[in-house]
Structure formats: structure tokens, C-alpha cells
């Protein structure tokens, strides 16, 4: 089998609209072009012989290491080696307001730091998942074109480059001391040279870009590098456009290496960016509430009376994501199927409306909602209000028989409580009542039906013998005290059962989410596990699982969806969910301590 990069050996770049990995040996090995959900042109990460990939590395320094420039999300690559250290520059110039036409620009600078620098260029795309096949020119002045029926790309250079035997292009040059070498790669760009100066104003653009960004945040606790870099990349994983969030920027990387449960997760999931926008409130950043609050009456506009709002959506609001099966791809380290699509958007999940009715309530308290968006949240009350009690897959989306799960109920409670809480608040025209009755209805469930005396805790549903970690969130939105004698011995039951050191699990692998093989210790739990034990007065023992949760972080400070046994990353990366989760337990913590 072909080597691969661990998944943890990458950093992310991107311009708001889409990303790139680079990986610490200096390759991207995954690059969808205008988009998140857009075809890949580089997926080297899903299969490292068809994929395609855009390899910059230095050839006389060997040992590397990579760091993101201060307040930024420019990543510098360093190689380090006894007669020289050559660096490499990546960023992507964000989409802004500012901005009047999207770039779709990957820019690339090498250059020698010290000593006599020898570096290697390998640029081999593979369009639409390298299903279509592409010709590649080489251009006098400009560089290299690639073209295919699913559109074309120029790699603007200076370094003369020659055609491999891959259908790419590559160089081996030498910069001395000083000297740097810059490199653009524009998706449908025109066939121009590179101009002079032009890299050195991308950058100070881009770089001016994020820290006045970052500097909004109002975070300045124990963990502040460590919180505004979670930040850094929830802003990444926004689509500027419309202001949805992706769960994470890739498609199929395994929860298990050479398992099966590998998905898409290049979308918006309502919980996700409901999540989301309170962590980045959390810290201040009320433009992207703003948008996404924005994105969420649009979506209540296209709601349904049969199905009502979906789970998730495509970046521009699409709901149809049909779920493919790309064979021709081998997966990362052979974990085969590589999917694109979700069948997931299918699914019922009713957890989803109390996630969204929280952060609306949030949202509410700094910026009022308008009279249009509480309309379309009303209706769909309405529906909820209609079908609480019936069964759904519920928030860990399983391909299972469907139930009545806790956690749904315990969302559907979230869901009116904050309905009346908001329209008393505001005065807003409701049902307020009938939505009392409903959210008592919802609690009454959780705590008759969900609870199991004998073994001491809050089942996963009713009549079921598992744990959920999921429930770890009872405190954190308010349905119990954080001491409550039932939650503490939740909390105890699923320290014993599904915690391995600081490390969570969802729930066991029992069969019972209809998919087969295991997955590892899931990182969003971990962090809700932090939560769950700060607001429990357990802060000793809070700190030191946050900070061993810590250690998990890749370098540059990253998280992907799971960690496997030897502390590898697993499922798809980076996921907005850890990082939403770490800023949360993180800010909740540093309360609870005091000042330092």
C-alpha cells in the first residue's frame, strides 16, 4: 500500500469558501476548488496514487516542523537540516466583503533561510476525484496549465517546469541564502503571468485579515492561544456566501482504519453550526451569529409541512445529497468506501430544534431577532410540537432500528423552554402555555421513562441497557442542576463505563447503531466530559482531563472527529464540533477556577 500522511500530520488553509490540507512533509493532498462540497482536485488523502496532489518540499533539509504565523491561519512549513532550512508559506486570500471577485487562489511561497536550499515542486491534479482525465501545458513566462471538462487551473511560477509522467508538472530548484520563490494556483484562472509583488500584497491582506478578526474575541484566559486557534478554525469552516458552517472540510476519512463508517461531513448540519454559533458568540464574534441566523430563516422559508427543516444542507441551502460510493478510490490507508453525499439528510433527528432554539435564545440576548425569523421558528414549533414523541435516529445519526432517544426529548424541552423563555423576554406572539405544557410533557419523559434506578442513570432510551455520553450536556443546558443526585450519578456511571483516562466514548459498541466495526474515543464527548465535571464543582479533576486533553491537539493545535488508540487522529478533520466543544469546556473552566 502507497504510505500516507497520519491524518494529524496536516495543517488547514482556506479562504472562507473552501480549504486545503498541507500536510508537514509540504504536500497538499486535499483541495476541492470554490467550495467545500465541490469536486476535489487534490484528494492524494483519499487514495496517494490517483487523487492528485501539489507537493512544494526542501530536499536538503529533511527534519520538519510546521507552526501557523501568530493570529493567523498563514501556515509556515519550516525544514530544518544541517547545511540549510528552507520554509514554505501557504495561505488562501478570504473571501471577504472587501473582495469583489472570488479568488479561488492557493499561493505558495519557498525560500531559504539559511544555507543553500534545494527544493522539489510536484504538481499532478486529478480532477473531480480523478475521474476526469485533464491535458497539462506548459507555458513560456506563466507556468503550467491544466485543463479537463470539469475546468481548468494555472500554476503561475517563475521556476521552470517540465511534464512528468503523471499528467502534472514538476521542478527542482535551488535558492540560495535569502532567496524565495513564489507560486499561485487559480482555479479557472487566466493564462497571465505572476505579477510582480502580487504574493507580498496577498499576503498582507490575508494576514491583516485574520488578526483583526481574531482580535474581536474577548477571551483572555488561562488558555487563550489555545481557545483562539479552536476560533481560527470555526472561521475557516464558514461559507462566507451564506454564512453555513461545514462539520468539518472532508469527506471519508476513517473513524476506523479499514472500517467502514466513513462519511461526508462537507456540509451544515443544524446542530452543528447551531453549536457553533454559541461558541463563537461565546467569544464575541457576533457577525458570523448574524449570518448564520440569516442562513436559518432562509431555511425555514424552504421547510415543509411533511418533513419541516432538514438535518443538514448543502453549503447554498441545497437539501438533495445523495450519498455515492466512489470505487475507483482506495480510502486512506485502503479504508474503503470513500463516500460523497450523505444519506444522513434523510434522517429525523428531533434534537436538532432544541440546538437551534438555544442558540436563537443566545443570539437573542445580545442582537433581538427579527419578526420574520420568530414566524419561521414558530411554525416550526408547531411541527415539533406534533411529532416530539415519535422515534428518530436521533444526534449520533444511527443506521438503526430508530427510537425514542433521551437526548432527543432532552432537546425537545431545550426547545420550548427557550421558546417561552425568548417570547416572554421580547413579548413576541406565541402559544406560550401550550409550549409550557410541552416542554413539562418533554421533562416528565426524560425523568420517569429515561431514567434506570437500578443502574443509577439516564439510559440512552427508554429500555435500553446503554450509556450516552451525549447526556453529559443535562447541565450545560440547564434541564438539571449540575449537582442534581441524578445527573452526578449519570456522570459517575459514564466515568466508569465509557471513559478511558481523559478520553470519551459516545456510547459501546453494542450493535445497536445498525453499522458494523468500531470507531475511536469521540473528542466532542471529551470536552462535554471537561463541562459536565466544571460545573459539577469537580475542577480538580476538570483540569487535568482538559489538559491531557490537550496533549491530543496535533501540532499546530487541531482536532479531528475521534482519537484512536495510540492517539492518532481518526474521522474527519479538522471537526468544528471538538473545537466548539474545547472553547466551551475551556471558557466554562477558566470561570470556575478564578483568576490565575
Known amino acids: 500500500m502507497t504510505a500516507y500522511l497520519p491524518i494529524e500530520e496536516h495543517g488547514i488553509i482556506g479562504d ?21 462540497d465541490a469536486p476535489s482536485l487534490f484528494a492524494g488523502l483519499l487514495d496517494a496514487r490517483r487523487g ?22 498563514i501556515l509556515l512549513t519550516r525544514f530544518l537540516g544541517a547545511e540549510a532550512v528552507g520554509e514554505v508559506v501557504d495561505f488562501m486570500v478570504p473571501e471577504t466583503s472587501s473582495v469583489a471577485v472570488p479568488r479561488d487562489l492557493l499561493v505558495r511561497r519557498a525560500s531559504a533561510v539559511r544555507g543553500r536550499a534545494t527544493f522539489e515542486l510536484s504538481c499532478r491534479p486529478a480532477f473531480d476525484y480523478g475521474r476526469v ?13 491544466f485543463r479537463s471538462a470539469a475546468g481548468s487551473c494555472v500554476l503561475r511560477t517563475s521556476v521552470p517546469l517540465k511534464v512528468d509522467d503523471g499528467g502534472g508538472v514538476e521542478a527542482t530548484f535551488v535558492l540560495d541564502e535569502g532567496e524565495g520563490v513564489d507560486l499561485e494556483l487559480e482555479w479557472r484562472g487566466e493564462v497571465r503571468p505572476l505579477e510582480p509583488g502580487q504574493t507580498e500584497r496577498h499576503f498582507e491582506e490575508t494576514s491583516q485579515f485574520w488578526q483583526q478578526w481574531v482580535a474581536q474575541s474577548r477571551y483572555r484566559g488561562r488558555w487563550r492561544e489555545t481557545v483562539q486557534r479552536s476560533a481560527l478554525t470555526l472561521k475557516l469552516l464558514v461559507y462566507h456566501p451564506t454564512g453555513a458552517l461545514v462539520a468539518a472540510p472532508t469527506t471519508s ?35 458570523e451569529a448574524a449570518a448564520f441566523m440569516d442562513w436559518i430563516q432562509q431555511r425555514c422559508e424552504t421547510a415543509t409541512r411533511e418533513r419541516d427543516v432538514m438535518i443538514m444542507y448543502a453549503v447554498d441551502g441545497g437539501e438533495h445529497l445523495p450519498e455515492t460510493v466512489l470505487d475507483h478510490l482506495e480510502g486512506y490507508r485502503g479504508s474503503a468506501p470513500v463516500r460523497i453525499g450523505n444519506n444522513a439528510v434523510g434522517q429525523r433527528q428531533l434534537d436538532v430544534y432544541g440546538e437551534l432554539m438555544d442558540s436563537v435564545w443566545l443570539y437573542n440576548r445580545e442582537v433581538p431577532i427579527s419578526y420574520d425569523l420568530w414566524t419561521g421558528l414558530s411554525k416550526r414549533l408547531d411541527w415539533l410540537a406534533q411529532h416530539w414523541q415519535e422515534p428518530d435516529e436521533g444526534i449520533w445519526e444511527v443506521r438503526g432500528p430508530r427510537q425514542r432517544f433521551t437526548y432527543s426529548a432532552l432537546m425537545t424541552w431545550v426547545a420550548f423552554e427557550r421558546a417561552g423563555r425568548l417570547a416572554r423576554d421580547r413579548g413576541l406572539p406565541a402559544p406560550v402555555s401550550k409550549w409550557r405544557k410541552l416542554a413539562g410533557a418533554a421533562y416528565r419523559f426524560v425523568q420517569d421513562e429515561c431514567w434506570d434506578p437500578a443502574r443509577g442513570a439516564y439510559m440512552m432510551h427508554p ?53 458494523t466495526g468500531t470507531e475511536g474515543t469521540f473528542n466532542l464527548c471529551s470536552f462535554w466530559y471537561v463541562e459536565a465535571l466544571t460545573r459539577a464543582g469537580r475542577t480538580r479533576e476538570a483540569r487535568m482531563v482538559f489538559e491531557k486533553m490537550l496533549t491530543y491537539a496535533n501540532h499546530v493545535g487541531l482536532y479531528a472527529e475521534e482519537i484512536g488508540p495510540s492517539g492518532e487522529a481518526l474521522g474527519n478533520f479538522p471537526q468544528a464540533f471538538t473545537h466548539l466543544a474545547l472553547i466551551s469546556a475551556a471558557v466554562n473552566l477558566d470561570r470556575a477556577l478564578g483568576v490565575s
Open 16 to 36: 472562507l469558501r473552501t480549504t486545503a490540507l498541507v500536510g508537514t512533509d509540504g504536500t497538499i493532498d486535499w483541495y476541492c476548488p470554490g467550495r467545500f
Open 52 to 73: 492528485g496532489s501539489f507537493s512544494l518540499s526542501c530536499r536538503t533539509a529533511v527534519r520538519p516542523k510546521q507552526l501557523y504565523l501568530p493570529d493567523t491561519n
Open 133 to 145: 482525465s485533464h491535458s497539462v501545458d506548459v507555458v513560456e513566462g506563466v507556468g503550467a496549465v
Open 253 to 287: 476519512l476513517p473513524e476506523e482504519l479499514g472500517g467502514t463508517r466513513n462519511w461526508d461531513y462537507r456540509y451544515a448540519w443544524l446542530r452543528d453550526a447551531a453549536f457553533t454559533t454559541y461558541a463563537l458568540m461565546t467569544l464575541g464574534f457576533l457577525d
Open 463 to 515: 429500555g435500553s441497557t446503554a450509556l450516552d455520553a451525549s447526556l453529559l450536556c443535562m447541565p450545560l443546558v440547564k434541564f438539571s442542576g449540575p449537582t442534581d443526585p441524578r445527573f452526578l450519578s449519570t456522570l459517575d456511571r459514564i466515568g466508569e463505563q465509557l471513559v478511558s483516562d481523559s478520553l470519551v466514548h459516545r456510547y459501546a459498541m453494542t450493535g445497536h447503531d445498525g453499522l
